[in-house]
Structure formats: structure tokens, C-alpha cells
Nanobody
Framework: VQLQASGGGLVQAGGSLRLSCAAP????????MGWFRQAPGKEREFVGR???????YYADSVKGRFTISRDDAENSVYLQMYSLKHEDTAVYYC?????????????????WGQGTLVTVSS
């Protein structure tokens, strides 16, 4: 499964950004789709995920500020980010998991996009 993440960029603190993850030729609703991020010098961390049924779950650090959605017609998943903080600066990755249930563990995700850089200036 090829995943193409896009939409990253430079934004001021308090601003918004929407990331996209396209899976050409694939039905994203057949997978658990997750978003992860990795800040400089830190380990990759879970951001949020959407299950096959459309259920979403978020890390506490982004809950209430980030929203994951899915467009089955476009074979895409989105990460809408609001009220961005400097500490949200990271490379953001989308990933697909074939597990039955939703998961927050990166090792459960089988396919990964290339990452897109989000920089939040303070």
C-alpha cells in the first residue's frame, strides 16, 4: 500500500493546517489509518487514528485540537490541526494497519507514508 502524505509547512502558533494522506488505488476504509509524528531528537509518537468504522482516537496532547477524517471516494485520510503550538513541530507520518481493532502502537502499522514536515513558529 503506497501512502502519500502532504500538506505540511510553516505556520504561526495558533494557526491551522490540514495534512492529507492519499492511498491511490486503495480503499482506506479497509484499514486502520493512523497519524504519527516525530520531533527532532525524539521518538516517533502516536497522534491519532481512525478505524474502519470511522471511530477516532487521539493522543492527549492533541485531543480537542486535531481531527482525523476520511474520504472514501478520494481514498484519502486527513489530519486537521487547529490551535497549533510550537511543540507540534515534527515530521508527520500517515500509516495503515491491517489489524482488526484500532491501535496506537507504531509496530502494528504495516504501511507508512514518507512524512511531511510541520513547523510551528512561536
Amino acid at each position: 500500500v503506497q501512502l502519500q502524505a502532504s500538506g505540511g509547512g510553516l505556520v504561526q502558533a495558533g494557526g491551522s493546517l490540514r495534512l492529507s494522506c492519499a492511498a491511490p488505488g486503495r480503499t482506506v476504509s479497509n484499514y486502520v489509518m493512523g497519524w504519527f509524528r516525530q520531533a527532532p531528537g525524539k521518538e516517533r509518537e502516536f497522534v491519532g487514528r481512525i478505524t474502519r468504522s470511522g471511530s477516532t482516537y487521539y493522543a492527549d496532547s492533541v485531543k480537542g485540537r486535531f481531527t482525523i477524517s476520511r474520504d472514501d471516494a478520494e481514498n484519502s485520510v486527513y489530519l486537521q490541526m487547529y490551535s497549533l503550538k510550537h511543540e507540534d513541530t515534527a515530521v508527520y507520518y500517515c500509516a495503515a494497519s491491517t489489524t482488526v481493532l484500532g491501535t496506537t502502537r507504531s509496530r502494528d502499522y504495516d504501511y507508512w507514508g514518507q512524512g511531511t514536515l510541520v513547523t510551528v513558529s512561536s
